[in-house]
Protein backbone atom coordinates (compact mmCIF):
# COMPACT_ATOMS: atom_id res chain seq x y z
CA UNK A 1 0.00 0.00 0.00
CA UNK A 2 1.41 3.38 -0.95
CA UNK A 3 2.28 6.00 2.25
CA UNK A 4 -1.20 7.60 3.82
CA UNK A 5 -0.97 10.84 5.18
CA UNK A 6 -4.13 13.39 5.72
CA UNK A 7 -3.63 17.19 5.82
CA UNK A 8 -2.21 17.87 9.23
CA UNK A 9 -4.25 20.72 10.50
CA UNK A 10 -3.96 22.96 14.33
CA UNK A 11 -5.08 21.44 17.62
CA UNK A 12 -8.19 22.13 18.09
CA UNK A 13 -8.88 25.45 20.02
CA UNK A 14 -11.81 24.33 21.89
CA UNK A 15 -9.30 21.95 24.08
CA UNK A 16 -6.88 23.93 24.16
CA UNK A 17 -9.53 27.02 25.95
CA UNK A 18 -10.41 24.46 28.04
CA UNK A 19 -6.83 23.55 29.26
CA UNK A 20 -5.98 27.53 30.02
CA UNK A 21 -9.40 27.85 31.72
CA UNK A 22 -9.02 24.83 33.77
CA UNK A 23 -5.55 26.18 34.72
CA UNK A 24 -6.70 29.73 35.46
CA UNK A 25 -9.59 28.19 38.25
CA UNK A 26 -7.38 25.52 39.16
CA UNK A 27 -10.02 23.27 38.14
CA UNK A 28 -9.12 19.27 37.43
CA UNK A 29 -9.40 17.76 33.89
CA UNK A 30 -10.03 14.31 33.65
CA UNK A 31 -8.65 13.19 30.44
CA UNK A 32 -10.14 10.20 28.45
CA UNK A 33 -10.39 9.03 24.96
CA UNK A 34 -12.10 5.62 24.50
CA UNK A 35 -12.46 5.25 28.77
CA UNK A 36 -11.54 1.64 27.77
CA UNK A 37 -8.77 1.82 31.01
CA UNK A 38 -11.42 3.26 33.48
CA UNK A 39 -10.40 0.65 36.06
CA UNK A 40 -6.91 1.56 35.70
CA UNK A 41 -6.03 3.26 38.50
CA UNK A 42 -7.67 5.91 40.79
CA UNK A 43 -10.48 7.72 39.20
CA UNK A 44 -9.46 11.31 38.62
CA UNK A 45 -12.25 14.23 39.30
CA UNK A 46 -13.00 17.19 37.92
CA UNK A 47 -14.32 18.12 34.05
CA UNK A 48 -14.09 15.58 31.22
CA UNK A 49 -11.41 16.26 28.15
CA UNK A 50 -12.08 13.85 25.56
CA UNK A 51 -9.64 13.48 22.90
CA UNK A 52 -11.83 11.20 20.56
CA UNK A 53 -13.03 13.89 17.96
CA UNK A 54 -8.90 14.79 17.53
CA UNK A 55 -8.04 11.84 15.47
CA UNK A 56 -6.77 10.29 11.93
CA UNK A 57 -3.64 9.30 10.99
CA UNK A 58 -1.10 12.31 9.82
CA UNK A 59 0.76 10.35 7.98
CA UNK A 60 2.56 6.34 7.27
CA UNK A 61 5.28 5.25 5.10
CA UNK A 62 5.49 1.29 5.48
CA UNK A 63 9.05 0.97 4.05
CA UNK A 64 10.12 3.29 6.65
CA UNK A 65 8.18 1.28 9.83
CA UNK A 66 6.62 4.74 11.23
CA UNK A 67 3.36 6.11 12.04
CA UNK A 68 2.03 9.24 13.41
CA UNK A 69 -1.58 9.70 14.22
CA UNK A 70 -3.47 11.93 16.76
CA UNK A 71 -4.03 10.52 20.01
CA UNK A 72 -7.97 9.92 19.26
CA UNK A 73 -7.41 7.86 16.65
CA UNK A 74 -9.29 4.40 17.41
CA UNK A 75 -6.12 2.01 17.88
CA UNK A 76 -8.82 -1.01 16.44
CA UNK A 77 -8.41 1.26 12.94
CA UNK A 78 -4.48 2.14 12.97
CA UNK A 79 -4.15 -2.07 13.51
CA UNK A 80 -6.39 -2.25 11.05
CA UNK A 81 -4.00 -0.16 9.06
CA UNK A 82 -1.09 -1.76 9.69
CA UNK A 83 -2.09 -5.53 8.78
CA UNK A 84 -2.72 -4.34 5.68
CA UNK A 85 0.83 -3.69 4.77
CA UNK A 86 2.34 -6.54 6.81
CA UNK A 87 3.07 -4.89 10.17
CA UNK A 88 2.17 -4.72 13.71
CA UNK A 89 2.76 -2.97 17.07
CA UNK A 90 4.70 -6.14 18.26
CA UNK A 91 3.89 -5.38 21.93
CA UNK A 92 0.30 -6.34 21.14
CA UNK A 93 -1.32 -3.49 23.23
CA UNK A 94 -4.51 -4.78 25.23
CA UNK A 95 -8.00 -3.33 23.98
CA UNK A 96 -10.19 -4.02 26.92
CA UNK A 97 -13.14 -3.88 23.97
CA UNK A 98 -13.46 -1.48 21.44
CA UNK A 99 -13.27 2.29 21.13
CA UNK A 100 -10.10 2.22 23.07
CA UNK A 101 -7.30 5.30 21.39
CA UNK A 102 -3.60 5.35 20.33
CA UNK A 103 -3.21 8.27 22.72
CA UNK A 104 -4.69 6.01 25.67
CA UNK A 105 -2.42 3.14 24.72
CA UNK A 106 0.27 5.06 25.06
CA UNK A 107 -0.87 7.02 28.42
CA UNK A 108 -1.76 3.61 29.72
CA UNK A 109 1.91 2.12 28.73
CA UNK A 110 -0.03 -1.38 28.94
CA UNK A 111 1.61 -4.19 26.67
CA UNK A 112 0.17 -7.83 25.91
CA UNK A 113 2.05 -10.80 25.78
CA UNK A 114 5.01 -10.17 23.79
CA UNK A 115 6.33 -7.20 26.44
CA UNK A 116 8.98 -9.80 27.48
CA UNK A 117 10.92 -10.43 24.02
CA UNK A 118 9.50 -7.37 22.29
CA UNK A 119 10.01 -4.13 24.49
CA UNK A 120 7.42 -1.86 25.90
CA UNK A 121 5.19 0.43 24.50
CA UNK A 122 8.18 3.49 25.35
CA UNK A 123 10.79 1.77 23.51
CA UNK A 124 8.35 2.68 20.13
CA UNK A 125 7.31 6.06 20.87
CA UNK A 126 9.70 7.82 18.32
CA UNK A 127 8.20 11.32 19.00
CA UNK A 128 5.03 13.19 21.14
CA UNK A 129 3.25 16.54 20.23
CA UNK A 130 1.53 17.30 23.76
CA UNK A 131 -0.62 20.17 25.61
CA UNK A 132 1.02 21.26 28.42
CA UNK A 133 -0.71 22.49 31.70
CA UNK A 134 -0.28 25.86 30.24
CA UNK A 135 -1.99 24.94 27.33
CA UNK A 136 0.95 25.50 25.19
CA UNK A 137 1.52 22.72 22.45
CA UNK A 138 5.05 21.40 22.65
CA UNK A 139 6.59 18.88 19.90
CA UNK A 140 9.21 16.43 21.23
CA UNK A 141 11.05 13.55 19.53
CA UNK A 142 10.47 13.14 15.62
CA UNK A 143 9.81 10.22 13.49
CA UNK A 144 13.34 8.34 13.95
CA UNK A 145 15.43 7.16 16.54
CA UNK A 146 18.86 9.24 16.98
CA UNK A 147 16.36 12.53 17.19
CA UNK A 148 16.72 13.04 20.84
CA UNK A 149 19.58 14.90 22.87
CA UNK A 150 18.50 14.90 27.22
CA UNK A 151 15.71 14.01 28.38
CA UNK A 152 13.14 12.04 25.98
CA UNK A 153 10.32 13.76 27.27
CA UNK A 154 7.62 11.40 24.27
CA UNK A 155 8.57 8.58 25.96
CA UNK A 156 8.16 9.70 29.34
CA UNK A 157 4.43 10.07 28.14
CA UNK A 158 4.10 6.16 28.10
CA UNK A 159 2.66 5.09 31.52
CA UNK A 160 2.09 8.93 32.61
CA UNK A 161 -1.25 8.21 32.68
CA UNK A 162 -1.90 11.65 31.74
CA UNK A 163 -0.54 13.46 34.17
CA UNK A 164 1.84 15.02 32.54
CA UNK A 165 -0.21 16.70 29.65
CA UNK A 166 -2.54 15.55 27.11
CA UNK A 167 -1.16 14.12 24.23
CA UNK A 168 -2.12 15.48 20.84
CA UNK A 169 -0.17 13.38 17.91
CA UNK A 170 1.99 10.21 18.22
CA UNK A 171 4.69 8.75 15.98
CA UNK A 172 5.15 5.42 16.67
CA UNK A 173 7.96 2.57 15.44
CA UNK A 174 6.07 -0.54 13.66
CA UNK A 175 7.64 -3.65 12.97
CA UNK A 176 6.54 -6.67 10.15
CA UNK A 177 5.10 -9.31 11.23
CA UNK A 178 7.04 -12.43 11.54
CA UNK A 179 7.11 -14.77 8.94
CA UNK A 180 6.43 -18.03 11.27
CA UNK A 181 4.85 -18.74 14.20
CA UNK A 182 4.13 -21.55 16.38
CA UNK A 183 2.73 -22.48 19.61
CA UNK A 184 3.69 -25.18 22.11
CA UNK A 185 1.92 -26.39 25.00
CA UNK A 186 3.07 -28.38 27.95
CA UNK A 187 2.11 -30.04 31.33
CA UNK A 188 3.93 -28.58 33.93
CA UNK A 189 3.26 -26.98 37.25
CA UNK A 190 4.28 -23.76 38.32
CA UNK A 191 7.94 -23.89 39.76
CA UNK A 192 8.72 -26.62 37.33
CA UNK A 193 7.24 -24.03 34.64
CA UNK A 194 9.54 -21.17 35.41
CA UNK A 195 12.62 -23.11 36.18
CA UNK A 196 12.16 -24.70 32.11
CA UNK A 197 11.51 -21.20 30.71
CA UNK A 198 14.68 -19.64 32.75
CA UNK A 199 16.84 -22.19 30.81
CA UNK A 200 15.35 -22.01 28.10
CA UNK A 201 15.90 -17.78 28.60
CA UNK A 202 19.66 -18.84 28.01
CA UNK A 203 19.35 -20.10 24.75
CA UNK A 204 19.18 -19.11 21.04
CA UNK A 205 14.96 -19.69 20.88
CA UNK A 206 12.54 -17.26 19.27
CA UNK A 207 10.93 -17.20 21.92
CA UNK A 208 7.97 -14.47 21.89
CA UNK A 209 5.54 -15.04 24.43
CA UNK A 210 4.88 -17.20 27.40
CA UNK A 211 1.52 -18.22 29.62
CA UNK A 212 1.30 -20.39 32.35
CA UNK A 213 -2.06 -21.36 33.94
CA UNK A 214 -4.14 -23.87 35.74
CA UNK A 215 -7.30 -24.60 33.67
CA UNK A 216 -9.69 -24.97 36.32
CA UNK A 217 -12.55 -25.05 33.89
CA UNK A 218 -11.03 -28.71 32.68
CA UNK A 219 -11.50 -31.69 34.20
CA UNK A 220 -8.91 -32.15 37.07
CA UNK A 221 -7.85 -28.19 36.84
CA UNK A 222 -4.41 -29.30 34.53
CA UNK A 223 -1.56 -26.73 34.71
CA UNK A 224 -0.30 -25.83 31.26
CA UNK A 225 2.44 -24.02 29.78
CA UNK A 226 2.21 -22.60 26.46
CA UNK A 227 4.87 -20.83 24.43
CA UNK A 228 5.06 -19.06 21.38
CA UNK A 229 7.88 -18.93 19.02
CA UNK A 230 7.91 -16.33 16.21
CA UNK A 231 10.94 -15.04 13.87
CA UNK A 232 12.45 -17.28 10.47
CA UNK A 233 10.53 -20.05 9.27
CA UNK A 234 13.54 -22.04 10.21
CA UNK A 235 14.41 -20.67 13.34
CA UNK A 236 10.65 -21.14 14.41
CA UNK A 237 10.79 -25.37 13.21
CA UNK A 238 13.99 -26.15 14.62
CA UNK A 239 13.31 -24.67 17.84
CA UNK A 240 9.96 -26.38 17.81
CA UNK A 241 11.85 -29.94 17.27
CA UNK A 242 14.14 -29.01 19.63
CA UNK A 243 11.67 -27.74 22.52
CA UNK A 244 9.20 -30.66 22.62
CA UNK A 245 12.30 -33.12 22.61
CA UNK A 246 13.36 -31.62 25.41
CA UNK A 247 10.15 -31.28 27.98
CA UNK A 248 7.62 -33.56 25.69
CA UNK A 249 4.54 -31.41 24.92
CA UNK A 250 2.97 -30.92 21.83
CA UNK A 251 2.53 -28.49 18.74
CA UNK A 252 -0.92 -26.51 18.55
CA UNK A 253 -2.94 -25.54 15.60
CA UNK A 254 -2.20 -21.79 14.87
CA UNK A 255 -6.10 -21.43 13.98
CA UNK A 256 -6.41 -22.43 17.23
CA UNK A 257 -3.93 -21.19 19.53
CA UNK A 258 -4.30 -17.43 17.93
CA UNK A 259 -7.51 -16.74 19.56
CA UNK A 260 -6.54 -17.82 22.47
CA UNK A 261 -3.44 -15.19 22.45
CA UNK A 262 -5.49 -12.34 21.74
CA UNK A 263 -8.01 -13.22 24.53
CA UNK A 264 -4.85 -13.51 27.14
CA UNK A 265 -3.67 -10.14 25.37
CA UNK A 266 -7.58 -8.65 25.79
CA UNK A 267 -7.73 -10.35 29.64
CA UNK A 268 -11.47 -12.29 27.98
CA UNK A 269 -9.81 -15.84 28.69
CA UNK A 270 -11.69 -17.64 31.52
CA UNK A 271 -9.08 -16.75 34.10
CA UNK A 272 -9.65 -12.78 34.28
CA UNK A 273 -13.18 -13.71 35.11
CA UNK A 274 -13.65 -12.53 38.57
CA UNK A 275 -14.42 -15.79 41.06
CA UNK A 276 -16.44 -13.08 42.99
CA UNK A 277 -17.87 -10.06 43.50
CA UNK A 278 -15.67 -8.50 45.86
CA UNK A 279 -11.99 -9.97 44.82
CA UNK A 280 -10.00 -7.59 43.06
CA UNK A 281 -6.87 -8.67 40.33
CA UNK A 282 -3.84 -7.40 41.26
CA UNK A 283 -1.00 -7.58 38.45
CA UNK A 284 2.79 -8.81 40.59
CA UNK A 285 5.56 -7.53 38.46
CA UNK A 286 8.74 -9.25 39.36
CA UNK A 287 12.56 -10.28 37.69
CA UNK A 288 11.81 -12.94 35.30
CA UNK A 289 14.20 -14.90 37.53
CA UNK A 290 11.92 -14.59 40.41
CA UNK A 291 10.57 -18.21 41.97
CA UNK A 292 7.39 -19.80 42.50
CA UNK A 293 5.50 -16.98 45.67
CA UNK A 294 3.93 -19.05 48.14
CA UNK A 295 0.24 -17.17 47.86
CA UNK A 296 -2.44 -18.89 48.50
CA UNK A 297 -4.00 -17.62 45.34
CA UNK A 298 -4.70 -18.53 41.41
CA UNK A 299 -2.37 -17.44 39.26
CA UNK A 300 -1.36 -16.90 35.21
CA UNK A 301 1.78 -15.86 34.23
CA UNK A 302 3.46 -14.35 31.93
CA UNK A 303 6.34 -13.10 30.14
CA UNK A 304 8.45 -15.44 31.25
CA UNK A 305 8.00 -15.16 34.86
CA UNK A 306 8.04 -11.57 35.51
CA UNK A 307 4.44 -10.48 35.28
CA UNK A 308 2.03 -12.87 37.00
CA UNK A 309 -1.88 -11.86 37.75
CA UNK A 310 -4.09 -13.15 40.92
CA UNK A 311 -7.86 -12.65 42.40
CA UNK A 312 -7.19 -11.65 45.84
CA UNK A 313 -9.38 -9.29 48.06
CA UNK A 314 -8.45 -5.96 48.32
CA UNK A 315 -7.20 -6.76 52.41
CA UNK A 316 -4.31 -8.99 50.84
CA UNK A 317 -2.46 -5.92 49.60
CA UNK A 318 0.04 -5.83 52.68
CA UNK A 319 0.63 -9.60 52.05
CA UNK A 320 1.01 -8.93 48.69
CA UNK A 321 2.95 -5.99 48.14
CA UNK A 322 5.67 -7.67 50.91
CA UNK A 323 5.90 -10.98 48.82
CA UNK A 324 6.49 -9.01 45.69
CA UNK A 325 9.41 -6.70 47.09
CA UNK A 326 10.78 -9.84 49.04
CA UNK A 327 12.16 -10.74 45.47
CA UNK A 328 12.76 -7.02 44.24
CA UNK A 329 9.07 -6.84 42.55
CA UNK A 330 5.64 -4.75 43.45
CA UNK A 331 1.99 -5.04 43.07
CA UNK A 332 -0.55 -3.36 41.53
CA UNK A 333 -4.29 -3.29 42.13
CA UNK A 334 -5.17 -3.79 38.45
CA UNK A 335 -8.64 -3.73 38.57
CA UNK A 336 -10.67 -3.44 41.68
CA UNK A 337 -13.83 -5.45 43.09
CA UNK A 338 -17.34 -4.24 43.27
CA UNK A 339 -16.32 -2.17 46.54
CA UNK A 340 -13.85 -0.26 44.87
CA UNK A 341 -11.54 -1.10 47.43
CA UNK A 342 -11.91 2.12 49.26
CA UNK A 343 -8.51 3.25 51.15
CA UNK A 344 -6.46 0.47 49.20
CA UNK A 345 -3.66 2.30 46.96
CA UNK A 346 -3.72 0.88 43.64
CA UNK A 347 0.13 1.59 43.17
CA UNK A 348 3.12 0.16 45.12
CA UNK A 349 4.78 3.37 46.88
CA UNK A 350 7.56 4.62 44.63
CA UNK A 351 11.02 5.18 46.19
CA UNK A 352 12.16 9.03 47.95
CA UNK A 353 14.15 9.68 44.84
CA UNK A 354 11.70 8.54 41.67
CA UNK A 355 8.87 10.22 43.87
CA UNK A 356 11.27 13.54 44.08
CA UNK A 357 11.93 13.08 40.27
CA UNK A 358 7.98 12.61 39.26
CA UNK A 359 6.91 15.55 41.31
CA UNK A 360 9.52 17.73 39.56
CA UNK A 361 8.37 16.36 36.08
CA UNK A 362 4.65 17.19 36.89
CA UNK A 363 5.17 20.44 38.11
CA UNK A 364 7.22 21.04 35.22
CA UNK A 365 4.54 20.53 32.39
CA UNK A 366 1.64 20.66 34.83
CA UNK A 367 2.38 23.48 37.17
CA UNK A 368 -1.32 24.49 38.12
CA UNK A 369 -2.09 20.63 38.91
CA UNK A 370 -4.87 20.06 36.89
CA UNK A 371 -4.11 16.57 34.59
CA UNK A 372 -5.77 13.11 35.68
CA UNK A 373 -5.33 14.34 39.41
CA UNK A 374 -4.61 11.42 41.74
CA UNK A 375 -5.07 9.05 38.77
CA UNK A 376 -1.61 6.92 40.14
CA UNK A 377 -2.62 6.94 43.55
Given amino acids: M ?17 VRSAAAAHTPLRIVGGDTKAFYGSRSPGQTLCTTGWSGMVSF ?23 ENGQCFPFEPPRFGTGGTVGGMVAAGLAGPARATAGSVRDFVLGAQIING ?29 TLGLIAELSLKVLPV ?12 QAEALEQLHRWGGQPLPLNAS ?49 DWAACRDQTLPFFTAPAPDVCLWR ?40 AAAVQGH ?44 RMT
Fill in 2 to 18: AAMSSTPSSFPLDLIDQ
Fill in 61 to 83: EPTELVITVRAGTPLAEVEAVLA
Fill in 134 to 162: QGELLTFGGQVMKNVAGYDVSRAMAGAMG
Fill in 178 to 189: APAEATLVFSLG
Fill in 211 to 259: CWVRDDTAAGAPERLFVRLRGAVAAVEAACSRMIAEAGGSRMDNAQAGP
Fill in 284 to 323: LSLPQTAPELDLPYAQLIEWQGAQRWLWAPAGAAAELRAA
Fill in 331 to 374: ATLFRAGADGAPGVPRFSSQSPAIETISQRLRTAFDPAGIFNVG
